[in-house]
């Protein structure tokens, strides 16, 4: 891993072994960055991770936006519950990826009830695999939809 410095401030981590690069603005992010990228993570398992953490994926409330969807109308496509298809939705509520949320009983317990202290619990790998797995899950279903 090799930390580089902007003269005008801020830095970026290089990976030489992924290939990743990571501009950082804040001191704290180059912090998070380098204990994520010490864990035993696929390079595909951390890419999800942090798109996933950067509002770069493909659920309704980014798509929608894209889309210029209005926001109430971004909803999840995955279940009847007619609310939005954002992140939390999907890592607490939707019933869609209750069989996937079961296969992870450690990540939620009674304590964990917001998306930060989901997402910054001791067990970032598992966090990490929860949410490659939910995609997985959710991309497995939109090909089943396919004609
Ligand atoms: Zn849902």
Redesign the pocket.
């Known amino acids: 891993m090799m930390i580089c410095s902007f003269r005008s401030g801020g830095s970026y981590l290089l990976d030489p072994l992924s290939g990743f690069e990571f501009h950082c603005r804040t001191e704290g992010t180059q912090d998070i960055l380098l204990q994520l990228l010490q864990q035993p993570l696929s390079a595909r398992c951390l890419r999800i991770l942090l798109k996933f953490r950067m509002g770069c994926h493909s659920l309704p409330n980014v798509s929608g936006r894209w889309a210029r969807v209005p926001r109430p109308q971004r ?7 007619q ?1 939005l ?1 954002d992140e939390r ?2 890592v607490f ?5 209750q069989s996937v949320r079961d296969r992870y009983p450690g990540l939620f317990g009674a304590a964990i009830v917001t998306m930060q202290q989901f997402m910054w619990q001791l067990d970032i790998v598992g966090v990490a695999h929860f949410v490659m797995d939910c995609f997985d899950y959710l991309d497995a279903a939109s090909s089943s939809n396919q004609p």
């Open positions: 909803l999840c496509m995955r279940c009847a519950q609310v298809g939705h999907l509520e939707c019933p869609a990826l």
